[in-house]
């Protein structure tokens, strides 16, 4: 069963505050390294490892220690809720539709010209200095970010603000804007916003952050994948098809599968 804590101004102020903290230290570091040592940080897989899981991590142990325990008298825990092959197979029939229909958006955002332009090249660069170490690449985003993220984003934005009395659908949608807010470039923010909802959606309707946690592993695994050894981020260019027609196709198996997800309550629990 899920802790009852709750998000108020003074969870938000930890939050907000220990990610400062955090990327005030990894700002000193990497001067230190670039300007003084002059070592080469920027764009190593390392540096974002350490970045990442210090960037999500000590705001989640912060709130815990901070808001959690002295609310609840006991540590962080997320419930392993409903965890059914019928939830499991209809959430990710959800998420495959979304992300059919959310790539074909995304798309159309530039990514040649003016400041999009800039912060595209800039985008690349990056990902092609983390592509240089494949298996910490890997890890990164197939392990790490599904249970960081799905612990920070649904568990404890969404569920703190559900359980504070922000109607559901409201905390499912603050979530899923922070999600996409924190992955810092307009092409992202498109699939992270759309992917965060239906994942908010699961969490709220399963009780489970498993199943957000194996949904946004598969994602990112086979969004992995794509790119290291097939250079591409679309599905359509890799099944040679359409994108108006995958876009489509995306909005009808989301469609069929959200249906059966919120009508056939054998699926959720309440």
């Known amino acids: 069963m899920n802790q009852k804590f709750k998000l108020g101004l003074d969870g938000i102020a930890v939050l907000i505050g220990s990610y400062i903290v955090v990327s005030l230290i990894l700002a000193v570091y990497t001067i230190a390294n670039v300007f003084i040592l002059k070592e080469e940080v920027a764009t190593s897989i390392g540096l ?15 709130f815990d220690i901070f808001i959690v325990r002295p609310q609840t008298k006991k540590p962080l825990r997320l419930g392993v809720g409903n965890v059914t092959a ?14 059919l229909m959310a790539e074909v958006l995304t798309s159309f955002i530039p990514t040649e010209g003016g400041i999009l332009g800039e ?14 170490d494949k298996v910490g690449l890997a890890i ?26 922000v109607a ?12 996409g ?14 992917l965060g909802l239906v994942l908010g959606l699961v969490y709220f309707k399963t009780k489970s952050i498993v199943i957000p946690i194996l949904l946004h592993a598969f994602n990112n695994f086979i969004s992995y994948l794509m790119l290291v050894y097939a250079d591409t981020e679309h599905s359509y260019e890799l099944l040679g098809i359409n994108k108006i027609v995958s876009f489509i196709i995306g909005m009808v198996i989301f469609g069929v599968a959200y249906y059966l997800f919120m009508h056939r309550k054998t699926h959720f629990t309440k």
Not at 89 to 99: A, C, F, N, T
């Open 48 to 62: 974002s490892l350490v970045s990442f899981v210090l960037s999500l991590g000590l705001p989640i142990a912060a």
């Open 181 to 194: 807010i924190v992955h810092a470039n307009p092409w992202q923010f498109v699939g992270a916003f759309l």
């Open 140 to 165: 990164m985003v197939v392990c790490l970010a599904p249970l960081l993220e799905e612990v920070l984003f649904r568990g404890i934005i969404q569920g703190g603000l559900t359980n504070k009395g």
């Open 86 to 99: 019928q939830n499991i197979l209809l959430s990710l029939m959800m998420m495959i539709g979304m992300v």
């Open 168 to 179: 559901p659908k409201k905390a499912i949608i603050i979530s899923a804007l922070v999600f």
């Open 119 to 132: 912060l595209y090249n800039s985008f690349i660069e990056v990902f092609k200095g983390m592509l240089s």
